[in-house]
Nanobody, 124 residues
Framework: QVQLVESGGGLVQAGGSLRLSCAASGRAFSTYAMGWFRQAPGKEREFVAAVNWSGSNTVHADSVKGRFTISRDNAKMTVYLSMNRLKPEDAAVYYC?????????????????WGQGTQVTVSS
């Protein structure tokens, strides 16, 4: 089992940057793919980015490509989401999730474990 705790959210002005962290505990973190998702009020949870077990493969949603970067540090059992040039539409609760397949995948349905989320607010 994997426990996930997100941090790093907060209030930022449009055009600013934040880096989210997701600290994992439990066994075999380095075998899991990790993903970031977000959910704004009244909207469905949407895929943001994912990284495979080794960090060698990443995928990003078109809406964040070129602005957000997912990365991981298996020694620290942590996955990161660096967010630059933030827009008001990026505001949401951001969740990290772990996928036992090890492959970077987009569907939230395949993820096995979820964190509690961290709020990101972007002022215009």
């Amino acid at each position: 089992q994997v426990q996930l705790v997100e941090s790093g959210g907060g209030l930022v002005q449009a055009g600013g940057s934040l880096r989210l962290s997701c600290a994992a505990s439990g066994r075999a973190f380095s075998t899991y793919a990790m993903g970031w998702f977000r959910q704004a009020p009244g909207k469905e949870r949407e895929f943001v980015a994912a990284v495979n077990w080794s960090g060698s493969n990443t995928v990003h949603a078109d809406s964040v490509k070129g602005r957000f970067t997912i990365s991981r540090d298996n020694a620290k059992m942590t996955v990161y989401l660096s967010m630059n040039r933030l827009k008001p539409e990026d505001a949401a609760v951001y969740y990290c999730a772990a996928d036992a397949s090890g492959y970077a995948r987009r569907s939230p349905l395949v993820y096995d474990y979820w964190g509690q989320g961290t709020q990101v607010t972007v002022s215009s």
